[in-house]
Structure formats: C-alpha cells, structure tokens
C-alpha cells in the first residue's frame, strides 16, 4: 500500500486567487492522479502527473487552470488558478503502485470552498 | 468509450440481511475495482480483480468478477451498520479508471 498526505486538508478562497494543493507519497510511485469529486458526486479525473513528463489532462481541464508539478517519484502539487465558485469540491490526488494488481490509493483530499 | 454502471444507486437496508450491488461495464477492462468512502472521508481501496471468476472476499464483503458478462457484483452478508457508506466500482482502461456513480448504502439497526 501507499500512505498519501495532502496539504491543505481544506480551505475557503476568495474568487479570482489560486490554490496550490500539494500531495507527498511515502514510496516512490511513477503514476499520480489528481481528482475532483463534487458532493455526493463520483470521481472526475483532472490529469495525470509523471515525474519527468508534462502533466496529460482529461477533456475538460486544461493547463492553464490547473497547472501541475511533479518535480519527482514522491510530490505533486495541483494549482486551482483564477478561481470560481464552480470550483468549490474536493480534490484527491492517488497513486498506482506498481505491484501486480496496480492498485490506485488515494489520498485524505483537500476540501475547497471559494466564495 | 468505456462506460460503467452501477445499481442500485441508493440503497436502504436492515441489519442482517443480504444483498448485491451490480457493476456493468461497456468494454473490455483488464482490471475490476472496489471502494468504499464514508461521508466526508477519501476512498479506500476493498478489492482488485483481474481475471475472470475471480472472486474475493474480505469480512461480510464479497466480489466477484465475469469479464464474458462484464459485470462485477459485491455482495454484502448479514449487513451490519458499519459498513454503511458509498461503494464505487471502477474499470481499468489503459491508465485511468472509470467510475461508476456509486451505491449509497445504508444500513438499519
């Protein structure tokens, strides 16, 4: 398994500012994923981050908006950039572990609310 | 285009008693997911299969997996109130997993 910690747990933005959410893994991993769940909603995929390549985002999301680090095989960081209430949700990064099963953990999430 | 779908979507139950929860999926997909997420907590991983008729199982929780069909079911033995939550399946399609919208479950004493 993977132990993922994500910073900051939460926050409350103002309209128009940018929020970067970082993630640290405790193995090095190749794969990390960036999520959004809206309430009661399931999961959208943002992008996917590896380490030595640009980040490769879903339809939908683009670079500019959500801008993605991933210096190496333990970090990432997400940036909500220009904000809206629109972007008020909960985002979680994951990982796929390279074991046989691929399994994906994810992890606690960051809880957004811009007003 | 991947899709995944699963029902029920909500859920009410009695402690004690049985029931499935059924994960179709629309293509091929090397690998079948579980979930569970509590409210307002992140999702933890349940099972991974991989080939068919898999079947694992873990405490009153149980999947399985038929690739011919492309169904995955979970099945919950004598339900207790602690495994109520929300229960997603995912399908492997290259790198990402596609979702399914989740079952709500809840579960009364």
């Known amino acids: 398994s993977a132990v993922i910690s994500q910073k900051p747990s939460r926050d409350i933005c103002q309209r128009g500012t940018s929020l970067t959410i970082q993630c640290q893994v405790d193995?090095?991993?190749?794969?990390m994923f960036w999520y959004r769940q809206q309430p009661g909603q399931s999961l959208t995929l943002i992008a996917t981050?590896?380490?030595?390549?640009?980040?490769?985002?879903e339809s939908g999301f683009v670079i500019d908006k959500f801008p993605i680090s991933r210096p190496n095989l333990t970090f990432s960081t997400l940036t909500v950039s220009n904000m809206s209430p629109e972007d008020s949700s909960i985002y979680l990064c994951?990982?796929?572990?390279?074991?046989?099963?691929?399994?994906?953990?994810f992890g606690p999430g960051t809880r957004l609310t811009v007003l | 285009e991947l899709k995944v779908e699963q029902n029920p979507l909500f859920l009410s139950m009695q402690e004690g008693k049985n029931y499935t929860i059924y994960c179709n999926y629309s293509?091929?997909?090397?690998?079948l997911y579980w979930y569970r997420q509590d409210p307002g907590k992140s999702l933890e991983s349940l099972f991974v299969?991989?080939?068919n008729g898999a079947v694992k199982q873990e405490g009153r929780l149980m999947a399985s997996l038929d690739t011919k069909a492309r169904l995955s079911t979970l099945h919950i033995t004598a339900a207790v109130h602690d495994l109520s939550a929300t229960y997603f399946c995912?399908?492997?399609?290259?790198?990402?997993?596609?979702w399914g919208a989740g079952t709500k479950l809840i579960i009364k004493p």
């Open positions: 994951s990982v796929e572990t390279g074991t046989g099963y691929n399994e994906q953990f």
């Open positions: 193995s090095q991993v190749t794969m």
């Open positions: 981050a590896n380490q030595g390549s640009e980040a490769t985002y």
């Open positions: 293509t091929t997909s090397d690998r």
């Open positions: 299969l991989l080939s």
């Open positions: 995912a399908a492997k399609l290259n790198y990402q997993l596609i």
